[in-house]
């Protein structure tokens, strides 16, 4: 069995003994989606594509009559963007006398800020993300991966979708942290060391089924031994031990699952270091 391996099931298991451990996106989802400048609330739906259509550098609309009560304005010229706005009401049916979902839909048009002047500075702040930098150790790992898939940036989201074998990820600076960051690449790369052109696992299976949960525990402590590897484990070992604990529950699995996780998680770990792997041998549970 891989060492790293060995290592970072074993410290998961001894940090399962604490009891439950709460899981944390690592990533700030909505960084870069458009949000109401008046609120701070990111935009849902199709206003959320109509607002990310509009392109500015600034994420930040406010309709006329918000900016207005700034005590600013929309500069002269300006052309809003529409958006909808849809509220559920009961109405009384008039023959039945019993109640009804009825929708009422409104638009109304925003402006970013940019479009605006004279609003408090604090408005015209770019949004805060994180300054992470490059670990080259950590990277070196994916660029010298054999035939690895196709990762694209830009995302507000982390997948692998074997259609096209490509890994999907948000920016570097909307993670947390560089480890946290490379955890999650990994993660995903573990994927996509099942995919048919590679180690040919089983691996589009049906959300929630067992199939799923046994594929995500092999992903993560493939993803464990590698930022283990790359000496960031400490890092990220709570999130990881979360994310594991809560598919082992899912599937209705106990803790013996992690050992036959492992030995899969063997086989993407040496592909992925492009590695023969050791001499199998029996992986010991933590005391």
Same mark, same amino acid.
């Given at each position: 069995?891989?060492?790293?391996?060995?290592?970072?099931?074993?410290?998961?298991? /001894?940090?399962?003994?604490?009891?439950?451990?709460?899981?944390?996106?690592?990533?700030?989802?909505?960084?870069? &989606?458009?949000?109401?400048?008046? *609120?701070?609330?990111?935009?849902?739906?199709?206003?959320?594509?109509?607002?990310?259509?509009?392109?500015?550098?600034?994420?930040?609309?406010?309709?006329?009559?918000?900016?207005?009560?700034?005590?600013?304005?929309?500069?002269?010229?300006?052309?809003?963007?529409?958006?909808? $706005?849809?509220?559920?009401?009961?109405?009384?049916?008039?023959?039945?006398?019993?109640?009804?979902?009825?929708?009422?839909?409104?638009?109304?048009?925003?402006?970013?800020?940019? @479009?605006?002047?004279?609003?408090?500075?604090?408005?015209?702040?770019?949004?805060?993300?994180?300054?992470?930098?490059?670990?080259?150790?950590?990277?070196?790992?994916?660029?010298?991966?054999?035939?690895?898939?196709?990762?694209?940036?830009?995302?507000?989201?982390?997948?692998?979708?074997?259609?096209?074998? @490509?890994? /999907?990820?948000? #920016?570097?600076?909307?993670?947390?942290?560089?480890?946290?960051? $490379?955890?999650?690449?990994?993660?995903?790369?573990?994927?996509?060391?099942?995919?048919? *052109?590679?180690?040919?696992?089983?691996?589009?299976?049906?959300?929630?089924?067992?199939? $799923?949960?046994?594929?995500?525990?092999?992903?993560?402590?493939?993803?464990?031994?590698?930022?283990?590897?790359?000496?960031?484990? #400490?890092?990220?070992?709570?999130?990881?031990?979360?994310?594991? @604990?809560?598919?082992?529950?899912?599937?209705?699995?106990?803790?013996?699952?992690?050992?036959? &996780? &492992?030995?899969?998680?063997?086989?993407?770990?040496? $592909?992925?270091?492009?590695? @023969?792997?050791?001499?199998?041998? /029996?992986?010991?549970?933590?005391?």
């Amino acid at each position: 069995m891989n060492k790293s391996i060995e290592i970072v099931v074993n410290r998961i298991l /001894e940090l399962m003994e604490q009891g439950q451990i709460p899981w944390a996106r690592p990533w700030r989802g909505d960084a870069h &989606a458009p949000r109401n400048a008046g *609120s701070n609330r990111s935009y849902s739906g199709v206003n959320a594509i109509l607002l990310t259509m509009a392109n500015y550098s600034n994420n930040r609309f406010l309709t006329y009559k918000q900016a207005a009560g700034l005590g600013a304005n929309v500069k002269h010229g300006e052309h809003g963007w529409p958006i909808i $706005y849809v509220k559920q009401l009961e109405v009384e049916d008039k023959d039945s006398g019993e109640l009804k979902d009825s929708f009422v839909c409104k638009h109304f048009n925003c402006f970013n800020v940019s @479009q605006c002047e004279n609003l408090p500075e604090k408005f015209n702040e770019p949004v805060r993300v994180t300054d992470n930098q490059v670990i080259p150790t950590c990277a070196e790992i994916i660029q010298n991966m054999p035939s690895p898939p196709e990762i694209v940036y830009g995302f507000n989201r982390a997948a692998y979708c074997p259609g096209t074998d @490509q890994v /999907e990820m948000p #920016d570097l600076n909307q993670f947390n942290s560089s480890p946290e960051f $490379y955890n999650t690449l990994y993660h995903e790369t573990a994927h996509a060391s099942g995919h048919q *052109s590679r180690l040919n696992r089983p691996i589009q299976n049906k959300f929630g089924s067992k199939e $799923y949960g046994k594929e995500e525990l092999i992903s993560e402590i493939t993803a464990a031994a590698l930022c283990h590897e790359t000496q960031i484990f #400490d890092k990220v070992e709570r999130n990881t031990t979360a994310y594991l @604990q809560g598919w082992i529950q899912r599937i209705r699995e106990d803790q013996s699952s992690l050992i036959s &996780a &492992a030995r899969q998680a063997e086989k993407a770990i040496s $592909y992925i270091l492009n590695e @023969q792997a050791e001499p199998k041998h /029996e992986l010991p549970l933590a005391a």
